[in-house]
């Protein structure tokens, strides 16, 4: 699953927050972002600032089993958040609580990214030190702090995206790790046990035995490419060439990625779709996180 460097990965989110802090610099507080319904740039950097946090508490920690963020924000009332309900929901709610608290009301007062921008630097100092095999939970294969660089890349790469897209930028990624990426999702939402962290929607999609072919243009690294069979048990990765798809979508990764996580319509530059581009739709109005 994984083959870039746990060290390449960990400067990755240095850059990409780099991106990111300057991006937010440049906006209102108050200005919408327009990938994350209901949120501002102030909910954004706040979201990103309990996102590292959680990840450090984590990694610091060495926690052997799931631990949800607010524990790791001794600001967020006891009670203002429902643990027990969906991933996204939760998140959700976590990012308005967030601005209610003296660091939150200091990030829209002061028109600051400070609190994240420290979040995200002991994040990767984490990382580094921990290095990719010491022992903790993660979502998705071997509990490992290799697994938090790669969410920690993800979770950079696209809110980078989303910061930039306030100011009319469509910057572009970086084609491996975003490769890279593109398989950590499709191994998440093909792991039963990691399906808790996406949007409930997920329940409703298709299940009738379609298969998905996702083709990375220019690959050099990684697999290339994914088949993905929408089995009755829920969505199963299937070894290429296992069957004939149903719609195959060919982009470079830097692309892919951000289709796969909504900021990118079907019908961008770029993106090729032959076959049924309503099976791919489909997957794209349901697979959530």
């Known amino acids: 699953m994984y083959w870039i460097d746990h060290t390449r990965l960990c400067h990755e989110i240095r850059r990409q927050c780099l991106h990111l802090s300057a991006a937010l610099r440049r906006v209102d507080p108050e200005t919408r972002v327009p990938d994350c319904p209901g949120?501002?740039?102030?909910?954004?950097?706040?979201?990103?600032?309990?996102?590292?946090?959680?990840?450090?508490?984590?990694?610091?920690?060495?926690?052997?089993?799931?631990?949800?963020?607010?524990?790791?924000?001794?600001?967020?009332?006891?009670?203002?958040?429902?643990?027990?309900?969906p991933w996204t929901s939760y998140v959700d709610a976590l990012a308005h609580a967030h601005l209610k608290t003296p660091l939150g009301s200091r990030i829209v007062e002061d028109h600051t990214v400070a609190p994240f921008v420290e979040a995200a630097d002991a994040?990767?100092?984490?990382?580094?030190?921990?290095?990719?095999?010491?022992p903790v939970w993660t979502c998705l294969g071997e509990p490992r702090s290799r697994g938090w660089?790669?969410?920690?890349?993800?979770?950079?790469?696209?809110?980078r995206l989303d910061a930039e897209a306030m100011l009319g930028l469509a910057p572009e990624l970086d084609r491996e790790v975003a490769e890279e990426l593109v398989d950590f999702i499709l191994e998440l939402v093909t792991?039963?046990?990691?399906?808790?962290?996406?949007?409930?929607?997920?329940?409703?999609?298709?299940?009738?035995?379609?298969?998905?072919?996702?083709?990375?243009?220019?690959?050099?690294?990684?697999?290339?490419?994914?088949?993905?069979?929408?089995?009755?048990?829920?969505?199963?990765?299937?070894?290429?060439?296992?069957?004939?798809?149903?719609?195959?979508?060919?982009?470079?990764?830097?692309?892919?990625?951000?289709?796969?996580?909504?900021?990118?319509?079907?019908?961008?530059?770029?993106?090729?779709?032959?076959?049924?581009?309503?099976?791919?739709?489909?997957?794209?109005?349901?697979?959530?996180?």
């Open 39 to 85: 949120w501002t740039a102030a909910h954004l950097a706040g979201h990103l600032h309990a996102a590292f946090t959680w990840a450090a508490g984590m990694l610091n920690s060495g926690a052997a089993e799931f631990r949800p963020p607010h524990t790791f924000l001794p600001d967020i009332p006891d009670g203002a958040l429902d643990a027990g309900a």
């Open 191 to 289: 792991e039963p046990a990691s399906t808790a962290f996406f949007d409930p929607r997920l329940a409703q999609l298709r299940k009738s035995g379609e298969r998905i072919l996702l083709r990375a243009v220019g690959s050099t690294r990684g697999p290339g490419e994914w088949l993905i069979h929408l089995a009755p048990c829920g969505p199963v990765l299937l070894a290429p060439g296992t069957g004939r798809p149903d719609v195959t979508v060919d982009a470079p990764g830097e692309l892919l990625l951000p289709l796969l996580k909504r900021r990118l319509p079907l019908s961008s530059p770029g993106i090729r779709v032959t076959g049924d581009g309503d099976v791919m739709r489909d997957w794209l109005d349901h697979v959530r996180s």
């Open 149 to 159: 660089a790669t969410w920690g890349a993800l979770e950079s790469g696209i809110h």
């Open 123 to 134: 994040f990767v100092d984490a990382l580094l030190a921990a290095g990719p095999d010491r």
